[in-house]
């Protein structure tokens, strides 16, 4: 038997009424598949019946009333409305009283009948009705009809061969009949068989087309046909949908399928009209999502393969299942919010059970199990934990957390809570530490009681050191320390590390990772990791930059710990190799924006924005350390939140902003940030305040308190906190000059020779400290060591420093050249972005923009073209290294080229350049603000020895 679309069988019904009107009874059944239409196209039919004069008794099959006798019977001659007596003597017939019985006593009620009799009755009095009108039976769901009112359709069926009646029956379309005998009784005598078929994409072309506002209904019916599978009542729906978002906005989108409340509400009433069978399979197909099978589903709900093939290509057919998975999100999602709860949560936990027994991956175990709210045995346990390790391998952190909260409250072994308690803290932390907080104190009792891995253990004292529970921490490091076995080497390096960075030595760690340590058969990480710590107690030395390299080379964001990778870059810093340490910065911020690891780029930030003041770029500092902060809340800096403030209030105050920087300081810091290095780093940048601010004695008593602790610490290294040069300015500022100066010189005897930036640093304080005939010779040499260091911030205030030292000598031609470099290399601090070696560049456009003299025609003459580039970078006060640089030649080429310009010249110093050639601007003198503005700009931490 072929399906028939809706009209097709709409046409058929209305022939078929034609003939009953001629007095040959006729009788269709017409099937169809879950909200395939039958109803809507009886009613439509019953409609067109009764206006064309036809009497229509209409009834519903409901499993409700399966069992009450008559019932679709009753339905039937009630349904007849004011017709004459008719209710009343069908009631009387089919045995139950109207309400109007009561009245009529107890002799007037209805004699016994036996149900064959009744039947008859019944049939005659609908039998009679055709006499004087054509009579429609149209009865839905007939599959859910009593007995007794089954036997008498098919009594009617037999004695209606030449009355005026149509019988219409819809019933299901099933593989196998619902009704096995009543169909065979039914199908013995003539009949129509009509099957509904779903809704062909021509026929949704055609609905569109009904539509307003469809721009394309032919390309449009082909999503919806994807959406509905051609079901009536859903592809109506999903209309309905469609009209109401373009009503609530018009600009809504009217070139895709619209799914919405009443698409969802028409699945839900489509599966609940079927049995519960069918409904129990749609919802083992959503709760199983993309892996649903019929085999699954079977196996779920514990029924026969074939049944469920059965009930999966009711579905299919349908629309409700493509294959068989649920055929759209919304309505797998209607599906699953329409369950109980207790039963979706049963039903995941089983579905987890089953694939984690087929040794499905663990994260899709663990969606159910996360979906269920429980994991009730340690099996689920296990599953959540490994889930949470593939969720953080691909960029979903998330997920993580809500696997290995789930794994946290349902562990009954305490070490394996706390092992997934430590997963857990692990993974909060790449986010926001604070959150993680809460799990710490259980942690360390997990320590003590050595329920947690080497590595779990350090990592605990790692986050309490963070969040300055100092005590705490310690007392956990002793654990370990003091453990028969010990730590291995790579624990016991990091663990070293971790308080090299906040106390600068490891010496609050007990004896027992010397061991470790020192074993020859420790690895090349610990070795590393041991070397760039000895930076802390000699300074940037070789050993420990190249080491420092070697750990950035190797480590992996949220894996190698934080501290050591922070360390590695503080190495870099103090190793004069700033431009470098950016570089890691940059690279390992953009992996851990990757990971999607808050933390780490919050504190990678923090260290560029103090490698950028290092390197004397201002307004990068000021965004570095300004996006660090944003990036965590403050709590969950915990200690560390000295680092950005530091160096935000530093690079403040250089650019002048006192009020941003004062801001910036009324924020409270936690006591315990005085206790670590990070202090030295806060109490260094307000010292520098206060006394760029007119406060010299708030400024001393923090640098005095910064060396107080490093004498403590035993980290007197100038390379770490030069105290002792800013103590010195202090003392230049209250006028205290011997004092000053001793305390510099101290300065410089612990400074070691590598150490060129706190070299430079000294000598520029010491020439403030000394006679104005000495100060020319040491800035000279500060100016050296600065541009060595790449230290553009501490390099412009040498070149002021130098360019007033020649002002008060009277040499003005040489302060006014120190002044103009002075300003260009104070322009290139401010300017944003502007790369670390630019003064350089500003300086050639300077030489390349500043002309000979016509006078010196005949020198220019004597000197190669290649000479007096040499020459002209060497008399502007450049050293050898810079020009090679500039003109990318090699120093030893730049060399020869200055010992043919002596020879040339009849000079034997590079100041008798100047002597011999005079530089002048285009624009002519230089303006008398060249001095002004770089004293402006470089007031913070500069004495105006002029006056």
């Known amino acids: 038997m072929a399906r028939m679309g809706y009209d097709a069988a709409l046409s058929q019904l209305r022939g078929l009424l034609a003939e009953s009107r001629s007095g040959s009874g006729r009788l269709a059944l017409v099937e169809g598949g879950l909200a395939s239409g039958k109803t809507h196209l009886l009613h439509e039919f019953s409609r067109q019946a009764v206006k064309s004069g036809a009497l229509v008794l209409s009834a519903t099959g409901s499993r409700a009333e399966r069992k009450l006798p008559m019932g679709v019977v009753d339905q039937l001659f009630r349904s007849a409305g004011p017709a004459a007596s008719l209710p009343e003597h069908a009631t009387r017939l089919i045995g139950i009283p109207d309400e109007s019985a009561a009245s009529w006593g107890a002799n007037q009620l209805t004699p016994y009948r036996t149900p064959d009799t009744r039947v008859r009755e019944l049939c005659g009095l609908l039998l009679d009705l055709c006499a004087d009108q054509p009579v429609v039976l ?55 068989h009509l099957r509904l078929a779903s809704l062909s994409v021509e026929d949704i072309t055609t609905l569109l087309a009904k539509e307003a506002g469809v721009p394309d209904p032919a390309r449009l019916a082909q999503g919806y046909h994807r959406v509905t599978g051609g079901n009536p009542m859903l592809m109506h729906a999903a209309l309905d949908d469609r009209a109401g978002a373009i009503a609530a906005d018009e600009d809504a989108d009217r070139d895709g399928p619209v799914v919405g409340f009443a698409f969802a509400q028409a699945v839900l009433a489509g599966l609940y009209r079927w049995d519960a069978e069918l ?143 430590y ?127 070697h750990i950035l080379q190797s480590c ?8 050591v990778v922070a360390g590695a870059l503080l190495a870099l810093r103090c190793g004069s190799k700033p431009k470098l340490a950016r570089s890691w910065c940059e690279r390992l911020t953009q992996e851990a924006a990757r990971f999607g690891d808050v933390t780490w780029q919050a504190v990678l930030s923090g260290i560029s924005a103090s490698i950028a003041l290092r390197l004397g770029d201002l307004a990068t500092a000021v965004q570095q350390a300004e996006r660090a902060l944003q990036l965590l809340p403050a709590k969950a800096w915990g200690i560390l939140i000295g680092l950005p403030r ?25 006591d315990a940030m005085f206790e670590t290095f990070l202090g030295l780093y806060y109490l260094e940048a307000r010292g520098r305040f206060f006394l760029a601010t007119d406060q010299a004695l708030a400024a001393g008593g923090d640098f005095q308190l910064c060396g107080r602790l490093m004498r403590e610490w035993e980290v007197d290294l100038p390379a770490l906190n030069p105290w002792r040069g800013n103590l010195a300015q202090v003392n230049l500022e209250l006028g205290h000059t011997g004092e000053a100066r001793e305390l510099v010189r101290q300065q410089l005897e612990r400074a070691r020779s590598a150490d060129i930036r706190i070299r430079g640093i000294s000598l520029r304080v010491l020439a403030a400290a000394s006679e104005p005939a000495q100060r020319p010779a040491l800035l000279r040499q500060s100016v050296e060591f600065l541009t060595a260091a790449q230290d553009r911030l501490e390099l412009a205030r040498a070149l002021n420093d130098f360019s007033l030292a020649h002002q008060k000598l009277g040499e003005c031609d040489q302060a006014r050249l120190l002044a103009r470099r ?62 090679s640089q500039m003109l990318y030649i090699t120093v030893s080429t730049v060399e ?24 002048r601007e285009h624009s002519g003198e230089p303006q008398q603000n060249d001095l002004t503005d770089a004293d402006t700009l470089l007031s913070a931490g500069r004495e105006d020895i002029a006056s």
């Open 138 to 192: 149209a009865v839905d769901d007939v599959q859910f009809a009593d007995g007794p009112s089954l036997r008498l359709l098919l009594s009617l069926q037999r004695r209606m061969v030449s009355a005026r009646l149509l019988i219409v029956l819809n019933e299901w379309h099933r593989g196998k009949p619902t009704l096995p005998e009543f169909r065979a009784e039914l199908t013995r005598h003539p009949y129509s």
């Open 279 to 421: 409904l129990s399979v749609a919802r083992a197909a959503a709760v199983l999502g993309g892996r649903s099978t019929p085999a699954l589903i079977a196996q779920l709900l514990g029924s026969r393969l074939e049944d469920t093939e059965e009930l999966v290509r009711i579905l299919a057919d349908s629309g409700m299942l493509l294959g068989a998975r649920v055929r759209h999100p919304r309505a797998e999602t209607a599906i699953l919010d329409g369950m109980p709860y207790g039963e979706r949560s049963a039903l995941h936990t089983q579905v987890a059970r089953l694939l984690y027994e087929r040794g499905t991956a663990a994260i899709d175990v663990a969606r159910h199990l996360l979906a269920a709210d429980e994991a009730p045995e340690p099996w689920a346990v296990a599953a959540l934990r490994d889930a949470s390790e593939h969720a953080l391998a691909a960029g979903d952190p998330d997920t993580a957390v809500r696997c290995l909260e789930l794994a946290v409250g349902a562990s009954s072994d305490p070490r394996e809570r706390h092992a997934s308690m």
């Open 423 to 549: 997963d857990l803290t692990r993974v909060l932390w790449r986010k926001n530490s604070a959150v993680a907080t809460t799990y710490l104190p259980s942690l360390r009792g997990a320590v003590e009681a050595g329920q947690l891995s080497v590595a779990a253990a350090v990592a605990v004292v790692r986050y309490s050191l963070w969040h300055g529970e100092v005590e705490a921490a310690t007392r956990a490091a002793a654990v370990l320390t003091e453990a028969p076995d010990g730590l291995d080497p790579r624990s016991a390096a990091e663990l070293s590390a971790t308080f090299h960075w906040y106390f600068g030595s490891d010496r609050r760690l007990k004896a027992g990772t010397d061991g470790a340590r020192s074993s020859a058969r420790r690895g090349t990480w610990a070795h590393a990791v041991d070397r760039m710590t000895t930076f802390w107690v000699r300074g940037g030395s070789d050993t420990a930059t190249t080491s420092a390299q």
């Open 556 to 563: 992996h964001v949220g894996d190698t710990p934080l501290e």
């Open 646 to 670: 530091a160096t935000l209030v530093a690079a403040r105050t250089c650019l002048g902003d006192y009020d941003a920087a004062a801001k910036v300081l009324r924020q409270p810091v936690p």
């Open 822 to 883: 002075a300003t260009q290399v104070t322009r290139a601090c401010l300017a944003p972005g502007l790369p670390a070696d630019e003064e350089g560049g500003a300086d050639q456009r300077t030489a390349a923009q500043a002309g000979w003299r016509q006078e010196d025609h005949q020198t220019r003459q004597v000197l190669s073209e290649a000479e007096r580039r040499v020459a002209e970078l060497a008399a502007l006060g450049h050293t050898n290294r810079e020009i």
């Open 896 to 919: 020869q080229h200055l010992t043919r310009v002596y020879r040339k010249l009849g000079i034997t110093r590079r100041t008798d350049l100047l002597a011999v050639y005079e530089l």
